[in-house]
């Protein structure tokens, strides 16, 4: 039964959606990340907290996410762009698929190309 209130407990301390960072009350530095009109939750925007959740967080929340608090995400690049990874410790060439995004190093990569006969 304690567990069940401790989850609880943990569940209704951070606002599922919220409207502003009054309504962000759990972390360091609280702050309410706005993904879309139908979306929202809070984050702590603390440089420590932040890298480490950052990493778990869907494509489209992160871009909110690093716009709201200010930083990036290490080895993510949520839009798709090589400028998020120039100060990646993962890499500078950004990955996206349909379902994640990530800073890689490609330099010790062997490309082969093609050629038409």
Excluded at 56 to 79: I, K, V
Aim: with cysteine.
């Amino acid at each position: 039964m304690r567990t069940a209130v401790l989850i609880l407990a943990l569940a209704s301390s951070a606002a599922a959606n919220c409207e502003t960072d009054a309504d962000c009350t759990v972390g360091t530095d609280p702050k309410c990340v706005i993904e879309s009109p139908y979306y929202s939750s809070c984050v702590d925007c603390d440089a420590s907290s932040f890298s480490s959740s950052c990493l778990y967080m869907s494509t489209t929340f992160l871009a909110a996410a690093e716009q709201t608090c200010g930083q990036m995400c290490n080895g993510r690049c949520p839009t798709g762009k090589d400028v998020e990874c120039s100060n990646s410790t993962t890499g500078t060439t950004c990955v996206q698929t349909a379902s994640a995004d990530f800073c890689v190093d490609c330099s010790d990569q062997v490309w082969i190309v093609l050629g038409h006969s």
